[in-house]
């Protein structure tokens, strides 16, 4: 995890995300997440004790509640 806001990581190895600061469990899968805005403007959770900071789209079972526009079963 990063050590203090508004550190900038590298989400999955090529995404720089600069932490805001936040964990929260997620909505959707109830795991730990970390929160930051990438160099765009977006934001982007990942996962929470993971050294590589793999983004939490990638592994949450439920990634697709949070899509616009589209639901889990597609």
Same mark, same amino acid.
């Given at each position: 995890?990063?050590?203090?806001?508004?550190?900038?990581?590298?989400?999955?190895?090529?995404? !720089?995300?600069?932490?805001?600061? !936040?964990?929260?469990?997620?909505?959707?899968?109830?795991?730990?997440?970390?929160?930051?805005?990438?160099?765009?403007?977006?934001?982007?959770?990942?996962?929470?004790?993971?050294?590589?900071?793999?983004?939490?789209?990638?592994?949450?079972?439920?990634?697709?509640?949070?899509?616009?526009?589209?639901?889990?079963?597609?």
């Amino acid at each position: 995890m990063p050590e203090k806001k508004g550190t900038v990581i590298e989400v999955n190895g090529r995404i !720089r995300v600069k932490w805001d600061g !936040r964990v929260v469990k997620c909505k959707g899968c109830g795991r730990w997440i970390g929160w930051g805005t990438t160099e765009a403007g977006k934001k982007m959770p990942f996962d929470h004790g993971d050294p590589m900071f793999t983004s939490h789209f990638a592994t949450c079972p439920k990634a697709g509640m949070f899509r616009k526009g589209k639901t889990d079963a597609e």
